[in-house]
């Protein structure tokens, strides 16, 4: 009956914290959030930018090999233990 009671009285409580509301962000934490915005979306732009010129650069290697295959050497062999 205790364990019931206590399980209850933990449900109400979570379900209160759950409901409780945060204070309305500052003029200066809005500013902030927006520069920390711009600031991930240049980065991003930043990335897509070296991720497409890298994408570019293997495209070029790929075309430039043509139908040729390239010779493999050959497979060293591994070192046995004696």
Known sequence: MKRLTLLAVLLVGAMSAAQAKLPPPTDEQKAKAEEAKAKAAEAAKKDGELLAAY????????????????????????????
């Open 55 to 82: 994408q570019d650069k293997v495209v070029a290697r790929y075309k430039g090999q043509g139908d040729t295959p390239k010779t493999a050497k050959p497979a060293t062999p591994a070192a046995t233990k004696k």
